[in-house]
T-cell receptor
Framework: GNSVTQMEGPVTLSEEAFLTINCTYTATGYPSLFWYVQYPGEGLQLLLKATKADDKGSNKGFEATYRKETTSFHLEKGSVQVSDSAVYFCALPISSGSARQLTFGSGTQLTVLP | EAGVTQFPSHSVIEKGQTVTLRCDPISGHDNLYWYRRVMGKEIKFLLHFVKESKQDESGMPNNRFLAERTGGTYSTLKVQPAELEDSGVYFC???????????FGPGTRLTVT
């Protein structure tokens, strides 16, 4: 089945710093790719997604581009805020023919300091 | 519209005891999923219900885990007897249709001592 490898954390940045969290995937076909975020005390929330190669997903200042050449879906933000402190998960369907099961990366804990 | 809710938010039990986790999906969502994150590692799929039927339980680790969804509404996940390696965060998610966006609950943190 499909799988994802995510940059290990934790990551600590100062406010307004540039953020990159690396995510690479192994998949048959071209499944949708997702970034989920878990803020303290809350459930997982879909942050952004891309459904086909070269698509760019974006939300709340975060962006990720579906790159089939490098099988990557890196998460970026130009200027992080304290409120971005959370755990970020890269994910994709476990099989390209279905989005029933998701397989996740190990998560990256981001802490943004004022 | 209420989101996915899970109860309890945190449970601490001793090895050998039984624990039951509950998930209430978003109303009208026929698809319900259980996942867990153990030892701060990746989140892994456990099983998938469509209404009251188990569509896929390939991720269930062993027969100490029993999931039910009577009536196709809320679901329970029972661990009996609990072992130390069962500690982790158990997430529930629901979706309108399989393959559509999954909405996650806040998770239940299970600690087995």
């Amino acid at each position: 089945g499909n799988s994802v490898t995510q940059m290990e954390g934790p990551v600590t940045l100062s406010e307004e710093a540039f953020l990159t969290i690396n995510c690479t995937y192994t998949a048959t076909g071209y499944p949708s790719l997702f970034w989920y975020v878990q803020y303290p005390g809350e459930g997982l929330q879909l942050l952004l997604k891309a459904t086909k190669a070269d698509d760019k997903g974006s939300n709340k200042g975060f962006e990720a581009t579906y790159r089939k050449e490098t099988t990557s879906f890196h998460l970026e933000k130009g200027s992080v805020q304290v409120s971005d402190s959370a755990v970020y998960f890269c994910a994709l369907p476990i099989s390209s023919g279905s989005a029933r099961q998701l397989t996740f990366g190990s998560g990256t804990q981001l802490t943004v300091l004022p | 519209e209420a989101g996915v809710t899970q109860f309890p938010s945190h449970s601490v039990i001793e090895k050998g005891q039984t624990v039951t986790l509950r998930c209430d999906p978003i109303s009208g969502h026929d698809n319900l999923y259980w996942y867990r994150r153990v030892m701060g590692k990746e989140i892994k799929f456990l099983l998938h219900f469509v209404k009251e039927s188990k569509q896929d339980e390939s991720g269930m680790p062993n027969n100490r885990f029993l999931a039910e969804r009577t009536g196709g509404t809320y679901s329970t996940l029972k661990v009996q007897p609990a072992e130390l390696e069962d500690s982790g965060v158990y997430f529930c998610a629901s979706s309108v249709l399989a393959g559509h966006e999954q909405y996650f609950g806040p998770g239940t943190r299970l600690t087995v001592t």
